[in-house]
C-alpha cells in the first residue's frame, strides 16, 4: 500500500510534527525512497541550522531565522502539502 504521511496542526511544535515521521520511517522496508523518510531529512536540515544559528541579540536570531531556516521550514511545508 502507499504510505501515508502524518497530519500535523501547523500551529505544533515542529519536534512533534517530526516525532510522528521518525516512527513512521522506522517501520519501513525501503526507508530511502520513502515520502517519511525524505520529511524526516527536511525537518533535519531545519533542527540542524537553528542549531548553528550565531547571533547576540533576539533581533539577529529573528533575522538569522528568517534568512537560514524560513527557507528550510517552507520546504518542508510544501512537501507535506504537496
Known sequence: G???LPKATFGSCLIHIRRPFIELVKGLTLKNNA?????????SRVFHKEKNLRYKTPAEKKAQRRK???PLLDAF??????
Open 35 to 43: 515520502q517519511a523518510t525524505q520529511a524526516v531529512k527536511l525537518l
Open 2 to 4: 502507499q504510505e501515508q
Open 77 to 82: 511545508y510544501r512537501f507535506i502539502e504537496g
Open 68 to 70: 537560514l531556516v524560513k
